[in-house]
């Protein structure tokens, strides 16, 4: 066969024909080699050392390395009394073992073919889904294929022994429909005619790092020749992801400090220092500074793209008013986008009310200094839109306020100078392009607030072209969160006690929540996180990702439509009990939440809704239900709802996730840190890194395979440095072709967009 030269950039189609390009493709979404080559193996198999069969857990799709110990042939009950088929049916059952624990492989087809072949003392590759019969682990029609004993075993064929040409055994994450050596074979086939010589890594940053070659660095991650080889492997894998995100993100930052904006540098008596003068608090100093830093961002003639993040409560609103009033004052207009509309209507609302007379020019008991402020949504009636589309047009409104509405193309500002987009974590590069595209001209400066806080890495990675800034401190006077886990099935009269709890507070005056994960109706297969305005712009928002991986509860999670008039009708009998959740239409929400906001409702039954921003400072208690559908960050959101006011908050996470489980283990974590920092470390480390970047840079199959944020976090900052160095010597790496391509591969179609719109 003519042995044509393999690049990564080659459809897998070339090597490996169709019948298995196309299972590579279908089964796990692999177009090109680079693709196939960057499926890296889970583990290896050395192959003196068994896998541990002890430790194989009940419904997981296993690969394993073992070695057949019995193989007989049983009868089968059901066959044996049957009055015609007597005695003619039997299933092959084969032992394996690792030297202490077993596990059964039965085969119902082809019996005596499997007893002769898998004969006692073969060894062997194993792959089904683990289940439970009588008590013992078992795979039900394994996949397999035996393996010679040692390279030198003179029953090794040549095929055999190309593929498996060390002691290390590769295995790659597989599935019902491809084995992990089917795998194995196409990763051979690619690697027998495979160049991989250009190298994207410059050869000073190479020596500098002391990193291996490319192509060395592929061929042992899929081939190792020694156990050694892999450590240096994977870092030199890592690094080519690393480099490449960050050669992308300088690249992107680049092209923005190039972009001209318009100053709006602060007026001594405008609207701004007016609204300083009404504060009913004093600012923290948190508070004041990052104002400082802000308003000098905003002086200059280059746009600012700043990230604020701070603990839920921090009072990163108030700091968005003040720049939104800075760039008033110097003529131009603010746009604030909320992640929901219940967000929206409650910025609105409190920030006219913040601003008192200042939001009424034009208006009877208007400020001298004035502005108008624009609210718009998905809802938004027909006349009310006209209005708000006209004055942000005219300019007569300086600030808009809305959801993902405020993207559409009708919305035109007059002179846009700042967009602030809050809640951060639940939108993309995209929703943030899409805004600043809005301005004229010049870019408008941009400042993005999150309450979930960002370990360095991920803010050096998602938000690698913005600067940040933390609210470290709570504003004075608030109170601490007290969090419990009230485990059902253990401890049934816990959840009595929650209810009482509850009693007591609306007793004294205070209100409630009650956080369910589902709507319940005619949808029953709703899950958390239901605002259905923005449910398609959430990028790894993390609702349930966290969740039930561990313990799929036997019923499905708990209703709002169910549960609140269970609690009306039994344990909260007498209270005021209203319900919130994404099937209300927008006028209902903000009802309810008016309501709820002027005391008339005493507990409020919702989903997540109320996750992000609502601010009643006097709701005091909060009881989620079936606690562990919900991921890290989302309950520690969920609980920065109570404890706004001078009144202790406590949150109740309510589970029937058993003592030990790993859903357990989350709750508890969450239960004993405030910390949101910790616990936002914690949740990167339950999630895959690909949901945690945006859409831009994980929308592909290929993104990051190797690098995993949080523990490479040295590497990471080295190859931030080195690439920023590339990129300012070079901004269209003109003379670094294969650094172009590997930006490419590894972002995919949207690398244009993502570079293109900084
Ligand atoms: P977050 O950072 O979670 O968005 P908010 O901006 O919603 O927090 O602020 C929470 C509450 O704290 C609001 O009611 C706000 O008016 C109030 N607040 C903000 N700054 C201060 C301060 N310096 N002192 C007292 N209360 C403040
Ligand atoms: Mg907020």
């Avoid at 190298?199 to 500098?208: A, H, I």
């Avoid at 480099?243 to 540098?265: E, I």
């Avoid at 009033?325 to 207009?333: E, I, N, Y």
Wanted: hydrophobic share 45%.
């Amino acid at each position: 066969m003519l042995q044509t030269v393999t690049t990564l950039r080659d459809p897998l189609i070339r090597p490996l024909g169709r019948k298995a390009s196309d299972a590579l493709e279908k089964v796990f979404g692999l177009h090109t080699v680079g693709d196939l080559l960057r499926h890296y193996p889970r583990r290896y198999y050395t192959r003196g050392e068994l896998s541990g069969l002890a430790a194989l857990r009940e419904g997981d799709h296993v690969t394993v390395l073992a070695r057949v110990a019995t193989a007989r042939l049983v009868p089968m009950q059901r066959w044996r009394n049957h009055p015609q088929k007597g005695g003619l049916r039997e299933r092959a059952e084969v032992t394996v073992t690792d030297g202490t624990a077993r596990l059964t492989l039965t085969f119902f087809a082809r019996a005596t073919f499997h007893v002769r072949v898998l004969q006692p003392g073969k060894l062997g590759l194993f792959a089904g889904t683990v289940s439970t019969f009588r008590g013992h682990r078992q795979l039900v029609h394994p996949e397999f294929e035996l393996l010679p004993e040692s390279l030198a075993d003179d029953r090794v064929t040549e095929e055999l022994a190309a593929e498996y040409a060390t002691e290390m055994i590769p295995v790659y994450p597989a599935s019902a429909k491809l084995s992990s050596w089917q795998i194995s074979k196409a990763v051979q086939v690619v690697l027998d005619t495979l160049d991989a010589t250009e190298d994207p890594l410059p050869e000073e940053v190479r020596q500098r790092h002391g990193l291996w070659p490319r192509e060395m660095a592929i061929r042992a991650i899929h081939r190792p020749q020694d156990k050694a080889d892999l450590g240096p492997a994977r870092t030199r894998l890592k690094w080519d992801e690393a480099f490449a995100l960050q050669a992308a993100l300088a690249q992107r930052r680049l092209a923005a400090a190039a972009m001209p904006a318009m100053p709006r540098p602060p007026v001594p008596d405008g609207i701004a220092a007016e609204f300083d003068k009404r504060l009913p608090f004093t600012l923290t100093e948190g508070q004041r500074f990052v104002g400082e830093v802000i308003a000098r961002d905003l002086s200059c003639a280059y746009p600012m793209n700043r990230l604020l993040q701070g603990e839920v409560g921090s009072g990163k609103t108030v700091v968005a008013v003040r720049a939104m009033l800075q760039v008033v004052d110097a003529g131009g207009q603010a746009a604030l986008l909320a992640p929901t509309e219940v967000l929206a209507q409650q910025h609105y609302r409190s920030i006219t009310q913040l601003l008192g007379p200042l939001a009424s020019a034009g208006l009877l008991g208007g400020a001298e200094h004035a502005t108008r402020v624009a609210l718009l949504t998905g809802s938004t009636g027909k006349a009310a839109r006209r209005s708000a589309l006209s004055d942000v047009f005219t300019g007569d409104a300086g600030i808009l306020i809305g959801t993902h509405a405020l993207l559409e193309d009708r919305v035109q500002f007059a002179d846009l100078g700042l967009v602030v987009i809050d809640e951060q974590h639940r939108f993309g590069v995209e929703q943030r392009d899409a805004l600043r595209d809005k301005a004229a001209g010049a870019r408008p400066h941009v400042l993005v607030m999150t309450a979930t806080p960002i370990p360095r890495t991920v803010a050096m990675t998602v938000f690698g072209d913005l600067e940040v800034s933390t609210l470290s401190e709570l504003p004075a006077g608030r109170s601490p969160i007290t969090t419990h886990v009230v485990p059902v099935l253990e401890r049934p009269r816990f959840l009595e006690r929650a209810w009482e709890r509850v009693r007591e507070e609306v007793e004294a005056g205070r209100q409630a929540y009650v956080v369910c994960p589902r709507i319940g109706g005619e949808a029953p297969d709703e899950e958390a996180g239901d605002e259905g305005d923005v449910a398609d712009l959430i990028v790894g928002a993390d609702g349930g990702t966290g969740g039930a991986a561990d313990f799929a509860a036997r019923r499905p999670p708990l209703a709002v439509l169910d549960m609140a008039p269970a609690l009306a009708d039994g344990p909260l009998s007498g209270l005021r009990v209203g319900i919130l959740h994404g099937r209300l239409s927008p006028d209902e929400k903000d009802r309810v939440m008016t309501a709820f906001a002027a005391g008339e409702v005493d507990v409020l039954v919702a989903t997540t809704v109320i996750e992000v921003g609502v601010d009643v400072p006097n709701a005091t208690v909060m009881v989620v239900m079936d606690a562990e559908r919900f991921g890290v960050s989302q309950l520690h959101q969920l609980r920065g709802r109570v404890g706004r006011g001078d009144a202790a908050g406590l949150c109740l996470l309510v589970t029937e996730a058993p003592e030990a489980s790993q859903s357990r283990e989350r709750l508890d974590a969450i239960a004993a840190t405030a910390d949101g920092f910790r616990l936002s470390r914690l949740d990167l480390e339950q999630r895959r890194e690909g949901d945690v970047l945006g859409a831009a840079q994980a929308g592909r199959q290929s993104s990051l395979k190797m690098l995993r944020l949080l523990s490479d976090e040295d590497l990471i900052a080295f190859a931030r440095q080195e690439a920023s160095a590339v990129v300012e010597g070079d901004p269209q790496l003109a003379a670094h072709p294969a650094l172009r391509n590997a930006i490419d591969d590894l972002l995919g179609p949207q690398r244009a967009e993502f570079l293109d719109k900084a």
